[in-house]
């Protein structure tokens, strides 16, 4: 019995070393085998790499040299090497990489890639210190997607209708303000409209009717705060970056008392507050007051400074060129004689003449003018002049509309501002595919506030074309980087005298 025992117990020791030694064996098999293909894999991928050919580099001192060239003036510096080096090409610079797509033929992987293999998210990190915590780069890919959809939702379709009644209501308020006549730095004017009318549509009534002062120097100071330098320090002790931290705090200070007053009083408005407060995620979570006033920051950053600009351009374009000026007010005319006074979201619909205008200053003057993803991937691309190159993952690529909306083969005479070339007909935004235009960016990230910026737009610009005569007093403006945006440099000087467009003879 003892002997049994024994023979048992060696018997079971003998076979469990066996099966740790099995399994041992096992494992060191697999992860010889996965280590195997791995090496293989890599060894295929830098013989793929070496036998294609990377895009070619800008030459520059080494380390500092490009980024000098580039923090100098980055859109005269992408338009010569365009010129020298073709439509793809690579800046080396503090030891990154950014290689520029530039041209339809070239940037569809940039806009169309998916997620996993060209991400927003490390290039635009550095906007969580504005925006703050749990919403937009800040927040797994998944999530992001859920919150942009609460945008596209508030900044499409029937919102819009009820979001032109509101802008109407504040751009006569504005302008009611104007004397018969005067001198005004319109540049400053259409900020201060614009802001008014995106506060009210997207921050509500609460914000626009007792707040919007503080909100204009706070957000103000936010701006400030997207310093270049923040691009790479978010958090350098600067001043620019305590007022911002300070101002985002503030912020989101308001938001939350105006947030639990609504909740309180059982009210429901029409804004995108509403919206965001309404939400509920997939998994039935609602908002949280903090993602509510990020998302509330966030959209009010990406829509209030680039249309404000926008507008401001369309101005100093119309009144330059005085032909495209006259074909606007007469449209303006047309739509008097056809619908009144009556002015809503069908009959801006209806002004194609003032939406080529707009179109046209913002393919010349596009103020996000470079946009930036993170390859994840290697990836192929064959250049506008035929030639197969890969751009090698772990770098960052880089699109500019700046550069791309005037480029010859697309556009004809692309320098000129000839709002026409989008008529019926012509269609020069179209001819050479979907990404031939794009200040509004392309394809999966497309601007979701495209419709809303028009609408405003075209809300200002058809109230000052209806109510005064205007004449450009200061010389045509230049650009100018603005923290993160192309901006207009200086003041837009405009003498203004009151008029009222009437419809002659019923025509
Ligand atoms: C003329 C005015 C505007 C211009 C030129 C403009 C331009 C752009 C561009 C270029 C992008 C893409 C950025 C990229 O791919 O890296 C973008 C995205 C976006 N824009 Fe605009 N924008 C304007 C107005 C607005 C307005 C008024 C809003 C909101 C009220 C808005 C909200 C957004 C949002 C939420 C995104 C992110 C879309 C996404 O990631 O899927 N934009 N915009």
Known sequence: MA????????????????????IAGAVLLVTTIVSFIKLLLMWSDSRVRSRSRLPPTIPAVP????????????????????????????????????????????????????????????????????????????????????????FAEGLRGNKLRGYATLM?????????????????????????????????????????????????????????????????FPYLPIPAHWRR??????????????????KASGRSEEDMLQR????????????????IAGLLITVLFGGQQTSSIT????????????????AAVEEQEEAIWRHG?????????????????????????????????WSHSDFAVTTREGEELVVPKGQMVAASPAVANRLPHVYKDPDLYDPERFAPGRSEDKAAGALSYISFGGGKHWCLGEFFAYLEIKTVWAHLLRNFEMELVSPFPENEWNSMLVGVKGKLMVKYTRRKLVVVDGK
Not at 245 to 262: P, S, V, Y
Not at 276 to 291: H, N, P, S, V, W
């Open 168 to 232: 109407v209501c504040e751009a006569e308020e504005y302008f009611s303000k104007w004397g018969e006549s005067g001198t005004v730095d319109l540049k400053h004017e259409l900020e201060q409209v614009i802001l008014r009318i995106t506060s009210r549509c997207l921050l509500g009534r609460e914000v626009r009717e007792n707040l919007f002062d503080d909100v204009a120097t706070l957000f103000h100071d936010l701006c400030n705060g997207m310093q270049p330098v923040s691009v790479i």
């Open 276 to 291: 965001l407060i309404d939400y509920r995620y997939k998994d039935g979570r609602a908002t949280t007051e903090d993602e």
């Open 3 to 22: 002997i049994d025992l024994n023979l048992q117990e060696t018997m079971s020791l003998i076979t469990e070393k066996h099966q740790g030694r099995l």
């Open 341 to 373: 006074d009556r002015i809503d979201h069908d009959v801006f619909a209806e002004m194609d003449v003032l939406y080529r205008c707009i179109k046209e200053a913002l393919r010349l003057q596009p103020p996000v003018a470079i946009m930036f993803r």
């Open 245 to 262: 931290d300070r101002a985002r705090q503030r912020l989101r200070e308001m938001f939350g008392t105006i947030i639990r007053a609504r």
């Open 63 to 150: 380390i500092i040299g490009g980024l000098i060239r580039f923090m100098r003036g980055p859109i005269s510096m992408i338009r010569e090497e365009y010129a020298r080096l073709g439509s793809v090409f690579t800046l080396n610079a503090l030891g990154y990489r950014i290689t520029f797509l530039i041209g339809p033929e070239v940037s569809e992987h940039l806009f169309n890639g998916a997620e996993s293999e060209m991400s927003q998210r490390e290039v635009y990190r550095f906007t969580v210190a504005a925006f703050g915590r749990g919403v937009a780069f800040d927040v797994p890919y998944s999530l992001r997607l859920e919150q942009i959809r609460i």
């Open 311 to 326: 507008s401001t351009w369309t101005g100093a374009y119309l009144l330059q060129f005085r032909r495209y000026l006259a």
